[in-house]
């Protein structure tokens, strides 16, 4: 047995655009996780002396960008580095893609890119949490498939764990799956 601490693993690693097209910012996260499916609300969890705190607090808009196994590097790049010292897009050579209901980039190589609004900001301790609306989803036509559904086996996303990252493998199952009934052979 361990002393109490943060051992829920794994959650995404995620790299959380902020700032606008001119100036822009992005920071790693890992505190981040879904908050309410009605209305749709996502959260990060930041700590104040980040560089991309205030630019969250004061602009009270971000963007959840998704990673995946092509973009480890610069996802651990963005989360060691620091924000005032570094144009992280130039250096990580990323892409900002126009947001559709936000002023911050998106980054394009991103699977899945979540526009997202300020709610409400929680002070928690080391880490202040923002609970935020989801404006919009933008996802790659390639990670959609036949039936116009995303298909998240086709982004190669990552996870962090105990210090790790981490490639998400194959599907094992589905919603339901455990109390769905057999169809009979006839």
């Given at each position: 047995m361990w002393k109490p601490g943060t051992f829920e693993y794994p959650i995404p690693?995620?790299?959380?655009?902020?700032?606008t097209m001119e100036e822009s910012n992005?920071?790693?996260?890992?505190?981040?996780?879904i908050v309410c499916t009605n209305p749709a609300q996502v959260y990060i969890s930041v700590r104040p002396e980040r560089y991309s705190y205030?630019?969250?607090?004061?602009?009270?808009?971000?963007?959840?960008?998704?990673?995946?196994?092509?973009?480890a590097?610069?996802?651990?790049?963005?989360?060691?580095?620091?924000?005032?010292?570094?144009?992280?897009?130039?250096?990580?050579?990323?892409?900002?893609?126009?947001?559709?209901?936000?002023?911050?980039?998106?980054i394009e190589e991103a699977p899945?890119?979540?526009?997202?609004?300020?709610?409400?900001?929680?002070?928690l301790g080391s880490h202040h949490m923002f609970i935020a609306?989801?404006?919009?989803?933008?996802?790659?036509?390639?990670?959609?498939?036949?039936?116009?559904a995303f298909d998240i086996g086709k982004c190669n996303l990552m996870a962090y764990a105990n210090g790790g990252y981490y490639k998400l493998g194959e599907k094992i199952g589905k919603f339901g799956f455990s109390v769905e009934k057999k169809k009979r052979k006839k």
């Open positions: 690693a995620v790299m959380v655009s902020c700032g992005i920071i790693t996260v890992a505190w981040t996780g205030n630019i969250i607090k004061n602009s009270k808009e971000f963007v959840i960008n998704l990673t995946s196994d092509k973009l590097y610069a996802t651990d790049w963005c989360g060691v580095r620091s924000g005032n010292k570094y144009d992280k897009f130039k250096e990580m050579k990323l892409t900002k893609q126009k947001a559709n209901f936000v002023s911050c980039p998106m899945v890119s979540i526009e997202c609004k300020v709610k409400e900001i929680k002070e609306d989801v404006l919009a989803i933008n996802a790659e036509e390639k990670y959609i498939n036949e039936k116009g």
